[in-house]
């Protein structure tokens, strides 16, 4: 396979008859062989080729590689080098939320300067790792404080004590329209949360060939990502009461999300026996895994889980909240881009509404 245009595309098919979506299905050109590719090499020869394959997300694979690679050794990193690489996805997924923002809402941030926020914070923290240091105050001062000015715009806009479809700022606008133009929708329910592995995933994992490419449980699928992150939050519960729609409660946990760093539980993966180990990162779209089984220092097996493969499953919370919706027609399409762009596809996404 060809290390070229290896990300595929997620592919939307809608069917708007009788005043409502009466279909929709959901396909994806994403490879899902990518782990044959892996078949045979070392940790150092995977975590070379790793970036090639998985630009967008660099980092939070390299760290989720590195972790399973560890466990399957019965070998595990100190503290301060798990810090390190926590943070260092915790980055990437700054950069990427707030990205999303930004195209989402118009809100007044350069994506130019979160790419050289991006840059400059990943350049320290990787040297650290690479020369087994500790941050020093400074440095995490300078991160942490560059980032917070960076979100000035949007934290201006969130503080204020109106509510969101109220503010007048240019987010505040954004929201009251989608308050318009969708308030009368009703979507679907969303499917359970995906937050940390269990020993129902772990089990689906271990013995299903074909669970990369539709991961569920017992025909049941699971949400990764922001919302399910944020959606037990006190901001969202407060506008619940408030009677937000759950589009404008996607967006707001999305916004809020790029404005405070997530935090995360202390998991790093799970050891099955010696030489088979699953790692994991909380990569920007929700729980990224990275499933391998290795023997004599070589890869055997390789299997990887990323969150799109959660969320834009044929039957995932992207066809959940949007099958059997009323929506007039001239507003179909612009449902459709709006939830998906809240569940944020890892790769480009093409939409084709059909009208019978």
Known sequence: MSLVNLAGAIHIDVTHQAGKISTIGIRSSRPQQIGKMLIGRSAGEVAAVLPALFSLCSDAHRVASIRAFELAQVASADHQTEALRTLLVDIEAARERLLRVISLTG?????????????????????????????????????????????????????????????????????????KQFGEVTLG???????????????????????????????????????????????????????????????????????????????????????????????????LLHHLVQDEGQVVQYRVVSPTEWNFHPHGVVSQLLSGVVVAADKVQALVELVVACVDPCVHSEIEINYA
């Open 189 to 287: 329910n969303a499917p359970r949360p995906l937050l940390q592995l269990d020993d129902e995933l772990l089990n689906s994992l271990s013995i299903n060939d074909n669970f990369t490419q539709a991961p569920e449980f017992v025909h049941q699928c699971r949400e990764a990502g922001v919302w399910p992150q944020m959606c037990n939050s006190s901001s969202v519960a407060a506008l619940q009461a408030q009677g937000a729609h759950p589009l404008i409660l996607r967006i707001m946990s999305l916004l809020h999300a790029a404005i405070d760093w997530p935090t995360h539980n202390n998991q790093i993966g799970h050891q099955f026996v010696e030489g088979a180990a699953v790692g994991l990162a909380h990569a920007s779209r929700g729980l």
């Open 107 to 179: 809100v007044g941030i350069s994506p130019a300067e979160v790419m050289r926020w991006q840059q400059t914070a990943r350049q320290h923290v990787w040297r650290a790792i690479e020369h087994d240091n500790a941050l020093t105050s400074e440095q995490k001062e300078q991160i942490f404080n560059d980032y917070t000015d960076l979100v000035i715009p949007l934290s201006i806009e969130m503080a204020s004590d109106q509510c969101p479809w109220e503010s007048p700022g240019v987010v505040g606008k954004f929201i009251a329209t989608i308050a």
